[in-house]
T-cell receptor, first 108, second 113 residues
Framework: GIQVEQSPPDLILQEGANSTLRCNFSDSVNNLQWFHQNPWGQLINLFYIPSGTKQNGRLSATTVATERYSLLYISSSQTTDSGVYFCAVLYNTDKLIFGTGTRLQVFP | EAGVTQSPTHLIKTRGQQATLRCSPISGHTSVYWYQQALGLGLQFLLWYDEGEERNRGNFPPRFSGRQFPNYSSELNVNALELEDSALYLC????????????FGDGTRLSIL
């Protein structure tokens, strides 16, 4: 089956810093989503991005489908950005396959 | 627009009992997905329902089952509960098509004592 790997597994930042999270996948996929899971367990949609680049405020994402990777950029990080970031790929038209996540901690 | 809603928020059961979790999709979405997030195991696909039919299931035993109702809401049933079933169960919905994003509810946290 398809493998989805995320790096780094853990990231500790001071408020105001920028960061880049990476998602590699081992096969062609139909779509790719980025999520933020907050400390209460809520999984929040960040981007639906099968290819190209999108921006939403301080966050942006780029997917290069031909090279099988996606990047999530967080600029001017805030303590509320803390949590776990997951990428997930849609494989074989139905289920999402999730990566192992990047745990981000932002300190004031 | 209301999002995906799940109930209950928390559920405490003992080994051997049965649990029923409920999910209401976003209006207009016909597909409902269930995922399990157990400690240390990540998010794993459980079941996919569309138009009232089970379309696919993940690598889980048959005691995990469910159904989808005519209004597209869904139930997940877990029989003969085991300690390892303790997890956050997340429901998602989407329009049925491979190029549509899935939207998640806030989850049901199931604890087995």
């Amino acid at each position: 089956g398809i493998q989805v790997e995320q790096s780094p597994p853990d990231l500790i930042l001071q408020e105001g810093a920028n960061s880049t999270l990476r998602c590699n996948f081992s096969d062609s996929v139909n779509n790719l989503q980025w999520f933020h899971q907050n400390p209460w367990g809520q999984l929040i949609n960040l981007f639906y991005i099968p290819s190209g680049t999108k921006q939403n405020g301080r966050l942006s994402a780029t997917t290069v489908a031909t090279e099988r990777y996606s990047l999530l950029y967080i600029s001017s990080s805030q303590t509320t950005d803390s949590g776990v970031y997951f990428c997930a790929v849609l494989y074989n038209t139905d289920k999402l396959i999730f990566g192992t996540g990047t745990r981000l901690q932002v300190f004031p | 627009e209301a999002g995906v809603t799940q109930s209950p928020t928390h559920l405490i059961k003992t080994r051997g009992q049965q649990a029923t979790l409920r999910c209401s999709p976003i209006s207009g979405h016909t597909s409902v997905y269930w995922y399990q997030q157990a400690l240390g195991l990540g998010l794993q696909f459980l079941l996919w329902y569309d138009e009232g039919e089970e379309r696919n299931r993940g690598n889980f035993p048959p005691r995990f089952s469910g159904r989808q109702f005519p209004n597209y809401s869904s139930e997940l049933n877990v029989n003969a509960l085991e300690l390892e079933d303790s997890a956050l169960y997340l429901c998602a919905s989407s329009f049925v098509a491979s190029n549509q994003p899935q939207h998640f509810g806030d989850g049901t946290r199931l604890s087995i004592l």
